[in-house]
């Protein structure tokens, strides 16, 4: 037994004594205090009584002054023990006679007091007066001590100590027995919540007690461990559903994609809430429709069987579906009840209760959880509420998956973009600088080109070998053109001004390897080294569209970079191969060396404008116009490279079947029979020169001007002169006073007089009809002589 | 002589003021001790109603013979009443001059007419009061001797009893009582 319950059954047996006890104690009190009050007037009255009669017997010793008589009469007090004294007192207060005769001196009052009866703390007091007929003769002092009244209590006091005790006897046994009716159902009651509270048993239930208000303490109780019970359940179910909302997402945290977030959340919910079937279905707001993304693993044979197996498509009807699309959660406790297709159809395969959940991303249903049961009503409120948690966080977990994919995307997209502005950056400033370049050295090479022409046409005695030589300083000088026009066109798409010609490769190859023999075959032997060369040159080789030049000068650099990679030496290999990869055949050309061959970062970077991985000696702009031809020309390039073991460099072209179509003006050399007057305006001495010695070697008069300033004087002066210029030659760029300035002078003077712009840049003004006002024909530099001849005769014609 | 004292001033509490009284009061002399006993006399004996002339007639007090009280017997009387009836001292020279009277104060003088005067007196209802040696068994009813500096009474029951008066028991107790058979003095 716990002190607690000794503790109730003491209580209740405290209680009883302790009421009745008091109950007794004041019973007793007031009769004690009745019966003291009482006894005390009985007393006064037996004292009062006994007093007059002595005082009546003591007139006569009073009046005739007998003191002794008077002692005599007071004597008479002897009979009561309780009367410890007595005095007589004379009328004016004086002692006369005291009793009994030993008392000693003092006391008693010396004198007398008025009548009446005093209590002391032992003692009575009486003062009886003493009369005889009417008068007053003197008071009769009476002292009673108190004995008899403490001797009543001390009666009393053993009477009520009895009685008590026998009451508290009879109330502890009375009590004894009664307080087990109430404390045996506490007692149970206790001991029923403990083995409650000891064993976690919800189970167990108190007993009913008879006594009313016990009865119901004890259904109250069992009441509350109904309550307990059925919380306890819920609480377990609740953390068991939270574990497991937690375990989902934290495995969905992981998963990166949709459809393995998907198969995650539905092998979960089968293998732990559980249920029978489950699938994820996205919705695709263009068909309307529901295709099924995702089947739980168990749920595979039934999905077949209910036609809901993967890429499936589900219609949406008005039901379920319908109402889950508008956000809410749709909870079907019979499906077979219901008249709608898909819950029918979820009926087919044995299942009766349906739930579905939307999948809500910023307030868009894009897709709905759905799970199911073979019971009817197997979803419980909380079951609906788990399921309704968890499709917010596979919906979050599914959104962040594509704002990760199009965050991945945007910055490839955005690295990509970055890339291709840098590049094209610094290719614009490439071809700022190219385009200076290249105005400069077709200034410089237009005396060159012009004499070579001059003097092939003209000087029919030049020896084989000098008209070879000449030959070749005009197609060096060409393709210096070509070269100077590419460098700053390089970077561009294939441009409309772009001349394609029927090439065959093989040609161009052999004249590409004459060309540059002395860097493969020359510089290597003068230091020691053996470049050896392999050619292997496909028979029949299709021809190519191309730009021949750029070809060139592209197997060119090609040549250089496998001889520099090589330089300890090496066989460089040369090859055409025609490939019929892509239906049409293609021709592909190979640069092979056993060099040094690239890394990784070298391979990936090699083809970047101003890359060069030699150092002083390169421009880094080499395999950059390699690829931009490439690119030009639509064709491929394809780099085999591996460090220590070389490198193979594959050009790639679609092979051209197509009948010849020319877009070349050959040269036709015409002359021009008609003697112009010509004003030439430019601000190069060696340009002028060149162009007035030719053309007049035509039989042309020409003035020539230096600066645009001069020109346009020239013209104003021989124009006032009253006879005028044929046409007009001017270039371009000029300081202060240039090519449009004058055409726009000599068009307002004479706007019928002709004009000819020569520019470094008349390919682009050509291309982009860009052909400035009042300028009749554009052409570029160097000028070509017979390019110059036609243009004088059509425009004089 | 502290009960002489106290004796004195009950006395004097009864006939004058209390402050004059306790201011300073010369010990009671033995007839004014002896006029208060013949007053007391008047309450503790009780008188037939023949023995008064009238129902309004007063209660006499007498002195026959030589008046040794002086003016202590009329202070002591003085404004009191017996029975209802004021009370009167009055004094005879002889006993023939007795009229009616209640309480008779025999001097020594009249001694030696002692048994005459107590014949005289003889259904009259006269209280005979004596103070002088060898007045016992004379017919005087009260005898006040002086005994030890006390005075105290001697009471003749008989002869009381023989005029018709009822002496009270209470003042037979402190009295002597003079027995017919016995021999008293």
Known sequence: ?797 | MALLRALGLLLLGSSLAAAQALAASPAPSEYQVKAVFLFNFSQFVEWPPAAFAGPAAPFVIGVLGRDPFGASLDEAVRGETANGRPLVVRRFRRLEDVDNCQILFIDRSEGARLEEIVAGLHHRGTLTVTDFEGSARRGAMIGLINESSRIRLRIDVAAARAAGLVISSKLLRPAQIVDETAGGG
Not at chain 1, 328 to 338: G, I, K
Not at chain 1, 582 to 600: H, K, L, R, S, Y
Not at chain 1, 648 to 668: G, N
């Open chain 1, 1 to 797: 037994m716990s002190a607690r319950v000794t503790s109730i059954r003491g209580k209740l047996m405290t209680m009883n004594l302790l009421t009745s006890g008091v109950v007794l104690l004041i019973t007793t009190a007031a009769f004690f205090a009745y019966d003291v009050f009482t006894f005390r007037q009985a007393i006064v009255r037996q004292l009062n009584t006994l007093g007059e009669a002595i005082a009546a017997n003591s007139t006569a010793a009073l009046a005739f002054d007998n003191p002794e008589d008077a002692r005599v009469v007071l004597s008479a007090f002897k009979a009561d023990p309780h009367i410890v004294a007595a005095a007589l007192y004379d009328n004016s207060g004086k002692l006369f006679a005291a009793y009994p005769a030993s008392l000693p001196a003092g006391a008693l009052p010396a004198r007398s007091e008025s009548a009446g009866y005093r209590f002391g703390h032992t003692e009575l007091l009486g003062f009886v007066p003493v009369t005889e007929g009417h008068r007053k003769l003197g008071v009769l002092l009476v002292k009673s001590d108190l004995g008899a009244i403490y001797e009543r209590l001390r009666l009393y006091a053993v009477i009520a100590a009895f009685v008590i005790a026998v009451s508290a006897l009879v109330a502890y046994l009375l009590s004894h027995r009664l307080q087990q009716q109430l404390s045996r159902p506490i007692l149970r009651l206790a001991e029923t919540a403990r083995a409650v509270s000891d064993r976690q048993d919800y189970t167990v239930r108190a007993a009913s007690a008879d006594a009313h208000e016990l009865d119901v303490l004890t259904g109250a109780f069992n009441h509350m461990l109904t309550q307990i019970q059925q919380s306890e359940g819920r609480l377990f179910a609740q953390l068991a559903r939270l574990s497991l909302l937690q375990h989902i997402t934290r495995a969905i945290g992981d998963r990166q994609d949709l459809g393995s977030i998907c198969q995650v959340v539905l092998r979960s919910l089968e293998e732990n809430l559980p249920i029978d079937f489950g699938c994820v279905c996205l919705h695709d707001a263009a068909t309307q429709s529901l295709a099924v993304n995702t089947v739980g693993p168990a749920s595979h044979a039934l999905a077949d069987e209910l036609g809901l197996a993967v890429q499936s498509t589900v219609p949406i009807d008005q039901n379920g579906l319908a109402r889950c699309l508008g956000g809410q959660l749709v909870y079907e406790p019979d499906v077979r009840e219901m008249q709608a297709p898909f819950p029918q159809r979820i009926a087919k395969g044995g299942l009766r209760s349906l739930l579905i959940a939307p999948l809500i991303v910023e307030n868009n249903v894009f897709g709905m959880l759905v799970a199911a049961r073979r019971q009817a009503q197997a979803f419980s409120s909380p079951d609906c509420e788990f399921l309704k948690h968890l499709s917010e966080h596979v919906a979050l977990a599914i959104h962040q998956t594509q704002l990760n994919g199009a965050l991945q995307q945007a910055y490839d997209d955005l690295r990509q973009t970055q890339h291709t502005v840098m590049q094209q950056e610094r290719l614009r400033a490439l071809g700022q600088m190219a385009s200076g370049i290249a105005h400069d050295i077709n200034n410089a090479i237009s005396p060159v080109s012009l004499y070579t022409e001059s003097l092939l046409e003209r000087e029919p005695n030049l020896s084989e070998r000098a008209r070879g030589y000449l030959g070749t300083i005009q197609r060096a000088i060409e393709d210096v053109a070509s070269t100077v026009a590419r460098m700053r066109e390089f970077y561009r798409q294939r441009e409309p001004q772009l001349t394609l010609a029927r090439i065959n490769f093989n040609q161009t190859i052999e004249q590409v390897l004459g060309l540059t023999k002395p860097r493969w075959c020359d510089l290597p032997q003068q230091r020691g080294i053996d470049v050896e060369l392999r050619t292997e040159l496909a028979a029949n080789l299709p021809d190519v569209m191309g730009a021949e030049g750029e070809i060139r000068d592209a197997l060119t650099n090609l040549i250089f970079n496998a001889v520099d990679a090589m330089p300890e030496g090496g066989t460089l290999t040369v090859r055409t191969v025609v490939e019929d990869r892509q239906q049409t055949p293609q021709v592909c050309i190979e640069v092979a060396d056993t060099g040094v061959g690239m890394d990784e970062e070298t391979r990936r970077r090699c083809l970047e404008p101003f890359f060069t991985t030699k150092g002083e000696r390169g421009t880094g702009l080499g395999l950059a116009m390699v690829y931009g031809m490439i690119q030009r020309h639509s064709a491929e390039l394809e780099i085999d490279s591996e460090t220590g073991k070389g490198t193979t460099m594959r050009l790639i072209f679609p092979a051209h079947t197509e009948a010849f179509v020319s877009t070349l003006r050959l040269p036709a050399p015409q002359l021009v029979t008609r003697r112009l007057r010509i004003l030439l305006v430019d601000d190069d001495p060696m340009l002028i020169k060149s162009l007035q010695d030719t053309l007049e070697a035509d039989g042309h008069v020409i003035t020539a001007t230096n600066g645009g300033q001069a020109g346009i004087d020239a013209f104003k002066s021989v124009h006032k002169g009253g006879s005028a210029f044929s046409i007009v030659v001017t270039d371009l760029g000029m300081p202060q006073v240039d090519g449009r300035k004058v055409a726009a002078a000599i068009k307002g003077i004479a706007p019928r007089t002709p004009i000819i712009l020569l520019t470094g840049w008349g390919q682009r003004l050509l291309a982009e009809g860009d052909a400035p006002p009042h300028v009749d024909r554009v052409l570029s530099k160097p000028p070509r002589l017979h390019e110059l001849r036609a243009a004088l005769a059509e425009l004089t014609a």
